[in-house]
DNA sequence: ACGCTCACG
DNA sequence: GACGTACGTGAGCGTA
């Protein structure tokens, strides 16, 4: 029979089961309206359909394509093995009646499908990939799977869609450390815990690696293992022979199975709508039914709307970006404040021509009422064209006064009974009060998603749509631009300006709908309401206010830097024998390592030297090129990041520099600062530390520096309930000098710097989940010491190992954990398998620590204003567990005994905690005097 | 865009 | 000696 396929072809192999499974695990569970069958997969599945096929474009792009399935669960390997694959976990409940849907859904969308009793997907994949390889074609296989690994070369790839990689020959070794035609003798020796494949005992990957590069196959290998000379390994390999063969059998893919189908039937062809909008409509997928209708140019066939619930489901009105109103003089937005007041709440958002708010101007403002009902004012969108060299800054025709539009919009923003609903009203709140308008109350969807979701995924509203709401945001990036040739908002016409904008109000109402309810049930609507909500004002007006930074001092600093830095270059140089980039690790890894014969280098995961600077402190006791490097990597640090860029950062209207703090990026309640990072500035170095002179206090100013003592040791000790430490912080006792004395029967009047560091260090690691490792690598003592400190530190306080057994346990069973004050962290991965085990334990008993510390200083920061109003001060900044102040030269004792008792007892009422928070005082003219 | 390195609590 | 490890962040640089 004579086949087509050949070369200029490429063929897509879709692993079924690994879409199947991503779509499960990243979607709610949502259920069909009518019946409540559960299709969230399935939903899932055809968005990722659609999504490859509208990507599948340009060189890339395949002429055939298949998506493979597994079909039953007893395959010919359980006829070797009736072990194999024994430990996987049932299916889900609600996963299973998807499966055959999924299916159907391949079909509906016009893709070949295929699956052969007694096979498993991958031995499909297998053959077909031969066949298209033997015919001279191109292969990608869409999976990440590992045991595909071994189909890679001759025109097959494997892309991982998940990090959209693709994996050649090189990926392959990488993964293995072996070629894709040995892939099989490594799994065969390393075995598989997912699949239940034995391999030798004690044997992973690296030693397989290691064995087989030596005796280039497994065969012979095992033939000649009389000549391995560890003892062991020799003795695992010659009994365990039969198993390890067996294992190859395993993991060896059958690539010569007898299809019934060849390649040509697997030509692509386009979706025929008629059947897939039928699929699509049975199914009840509102949303992407409607968007697929739109790409194939037909009409969506009307989904019956689902029996009356008791609210309205917001996703039963679909986004029509055509039905958004342009409103463009007074008389129209006097409709839509009507129907504001009538409800009593409305979603707002804001186009500016900058994400730097202190330098933002309002382009336009989207207002939504209801679901599908959202309306945007543009105010000063330019005519001009983006590319029209010549483009005028004349004012697009058909546009609302700024200020008439916001006399009218004004009333409605202040006013209390108005709620207004923002996703990050944060930024917007900071563009109207540039402009006069205080905006509350409000309600923040980024904020909601945060207490309910912190530790599952990020908070931005994309995000955010695609999950909750099933609905693809239209991306800002087509009408902006990228990079060079990006436009400002107030360039992009009106008519797309109205679609994108008002959208973006609609999901923000949609979700405010959906969540509301959530955080009662979810228990954490005291957290948003407490927590997370009254700091948008606050930290608004810290950013606003901003800190002096003094320029001059910054600009000679960066010069002094420049200078030395050109002496230690020429040093490098001179010392290397060479010329060559200081600043790129790889060329001073090769120097150390290889050109000065340096023992002890380690390379990264990407196979580059590596030089972090505990490894070249080791090196610089005896040579003076690690010494410079680290020298110049200082001054480059500080010039780079504090120096130079802060002085980029002045503003130029204010003199001051005005970070924004993000109030949902870390994930236990911490606050982030950015643009600048005003939380990272040096102090741990002398020479860094002076770059705090930097940041001075206006004129009749000063600065004020509180922050809390061992704040997080303190929450640790009322959480544990450790007595001695709490008595320990009761009597104002040196608390690492104290837990040394316990620890090394010390008394305390013979303490030495040098025990009581390694207290300091064991403190320190109890917070962030001690490892013996970690605690070795932190004091540079042999593993088996620190082990040693870590056993003796859990026999005196044994209310430590509880806690923190205690902590894993609840986070195992609940999937979160939890601050003294409410707060959740969700820990998604805390019943992984693996190395990320360990990580996710360790962030688990860190989380409570952390996140309460977080909780108390927000709670502090919220009471603030109240608290010092009247007195000429203003809060500036906060770095975790301290507040800096500005106030009037004179009045800093005052501030000081208000802000220090707003912090000191900032847990009550709320928390009544064993243990004193105590509060320490700096002043100073500049940052480094006051802290 | 991503990895490495390093600044802070 | 199977694997990789202290917790939480953001920014600048080099390399692809």
Not at 330 to 353: H, N
Not at 868 to 890: N, Y
Request: proline share 5%.
């Amino acid at each position: 029979m004579a086949q087509n396929f050949g070369k200029g072809h490429h063929l897509h192999l879709i692993d079924g089961s690994a879409f199947i499974f991503r779509a499960y695990h990243a979607l709610p569970p949502l259920t069909r309206k009518s019946d409540g069958l559960p299709v969230g997969a399935v939903s899932g599945f055809v968005n990722m359909l659609q999504r490859y096929i509208e990507g599948n474009t340009g060189d890339d792009a395949a002429t055939h394509v298949a998506v493979i399935f597994d079909k039953g669960s007893h395959t010919f390997r359980n006829d070797m093995y009736d072990q194999y694959k024994a430990n996987r976990e049932a299916m889900p409940e609600d996963l299973r009646p998807q499966i055959p849907l999924t299916r159907d859904a391949t079909r509906a969308f016009n893709i070949a499908c295929e699956e052969i009793e007694g096979f498993e997907a991958d031995d499909i994949i297998a053959t077909l990939a031969h066949q298209a390889r033997d015919a001279g074609g191109r292969v990608t296989i869409l999976s990440s799977d590992k045991d595909l690994m071994q189909l890679v070369g001759g025109g097959v790839e494997m892309l991982d869609p998940m990090k959209n990689k693709r994996i050649d020959k090189d990926g392959v070794f990488e993964k293995f450390g072996v070629g894709p035609e040995r892939v099989v003798d490594v799994q065969a020796l390393a075995g598989d815990s997912v699949d239940n494949v034995p391999g030798a005992p004690g044997i992973g990957i690296k030693t397989a690696a290691l064995l087989i590069n030596e005796f280039h196959s497994l065969e012979e290998l095992l033939d000649r293992a009389d000549e391995i000379t560890q003892p062991k390994r020799r003795q695992t390999l010659i009994d365990n022979r039969a198993q390890i063969e067996l294992s190859k059998k395993l993991v060896q893919l059958d690539c010569d199975m007898d299809l019934p189908f060849d390649l040509d039937s697997l030509e692509i062809r386009d979706p025929d709508p008629e059947p897939l909008m039928a699929f699509l409509a049975d199914m009840e997928f509102r949303t992407v039914t409607k968007r697929i209708a739109d790409k194939l140019g037909v009409t969506a066939p009307v989904i019956e709307a689902a029996p009356a619930p008791d609210a309205p489901q917001p996703e039963e009105v679909a986004f029509d970006a055509d039905a958004y109103e342009c409103v463009s003089d007074a008389a129209a937005l006097q409709v839509w404040i009507d129907r504001i007041r009538e409800r009593g709440y409305v979603a707002v958002d804001t186009e500016t021509t900058s994400l730097s708010e202190m330098k933002a101007e309002l382009v336009g403002v989207s207002l939504c009422v209801e679901p599908g009902q959202a309306c945007y004012i543009p105010l000063i969108h330019k005519a001009g064209k983006a590319d029209d060299l010549f483009g005028t800054d004349d004012l697009e025709e058909g546009q609302m006064d700024l200020d008439e539009c916001l006399s009218l919009l004004k009333p409605v923003l202040e006013d209390a009974s108005i709620i207004k609903i923002g996703q990050n009203m944060k930024y917007d709140a900071k563009i109207f009060a540039r402009l006069g308008i205080t905006v509350a109350p409000i309600d923040d969807t980024m904020l909601m998603s945060y207490a309910m979701h912190a530790g599952t995924h990020n908070h931005g509203m994309d995000i955010l749509s695609e999950r909750y709401l099933g609905h693809t945001p239209i991306p800002i990036k087509p009408l902006l631009g990228a990079g060079k040739s990006a436009i400002t908002f107030d360039r992009v016409p009106v008519v797309d300006a109205v679609k994108y904008a008002a959208e973006d109000a609609d999901i923000t109402l949609r979700l405010w709908q959906l969540f509301k309810p959530q955080l009662h049930t979810k228990k954490v609507t005291t957290v948003y309401e407490t927590l997370e909500r009254p700091l948008v004002p606050v930290l608004a007006q810290m950013e606003m206010h901003g800190v002096k930074v003094d320029r001059d001092t910054l600009s000679r600093m960066s010069n002094a830097f420049s200078q030395k830095m050109a002496g230690l270059e020429a040093e490098l140089y001179e010392l290397a024998g060479h010329e060559f980039n200081v600043q790129a690790p790889a060329q001073v890894g090769k120097i150390l390592f290889e050109e000065m014969g340096l023992e002890g280098g380690k390379k990264t995961k990407t196979g580059q030297w590596s030089t972090p600077a505990d490894a070249l402190e080791d090196l610089a006791t005896e040579h003076d090129f690690p010494a410079r490097i680290l020298d110049y990597r200082q001054l480059a640090k500080l010039k780079s990041t504090y120096t130079d860029a802060l002085q980029e950062h002045i503003n130029p209207e204010t003199g001051r520099v005005h970070t924004s703090y993000s109030i949902a990026g870390a994930n236990t309640g911490r606050l982030a600062s950015t643009d600048p990072n005003l939380q990272n500035i040096p102090v741990r170095s002398e020479e860094g530390r002076r770059i705090r002179e930097a940041f001075v206090a206006e004129e009749g100013k000063v600065l004020v520096a509180l922050d809390y003592s061992q704040i997080e040791l303190r929450i640790l000790a009322h959480i544990a309930g450790i007595d001695a430490l709490k008595q320990a912080f009761k009597d104002g006792q040196d608390i690492h000098a104290m837990t040394a004395s316990e620890m090394f029967d010390v008394p305390l009047d013979e303490m030495t710097p040098e025990i009581r560091r390694k207290a300091k260090a064991i403190n320190f690691g109890v917070i962030y989940g001690i490892s013996g490792f970690g605690l070795a690598r932190n004091l540079r003592i042999p593993r088996g010491e620190a082990q040693g400190f870590i056993d003796r530190y859990f026999e005196r306080f044994p209310g430590i190992r509880d806690y923190m057994d205690d902590t894993v346990a609840f986070a195992k069973d609940h999937g979160y954990v939890q601050t003294l004050f409410g707060r959740k962290i969700n820990t998604p991965e805390i019943n992984a398998k693996g190395p990320h085990a360990g990580f996710a334990k360790r962030a688990a008993i860190n989380a409570p620590i952390q996140g309460t510390a977080a909780d108390v200083i927000r709670r502090a920061m919220i009471r603030m204003p109240a608290a010092i109003e009247g007195m000429p001060a203003k809060m500036l900044l906060q770095v975790h567990d301290e507040l800096i102040f500005e106030v009037e030269q004179g009045a800093e004792d005052k501030l000081i005994a208000a802000a220090k008792d707003v912090m000191e007892n900032a847990s009550v009422p709320a928390v009544k905690l064993d243990v004193t928070l105590a509060v320490d005082a700096g002043t100073g003219a500049n940052w480094a005097e006051a802290h």
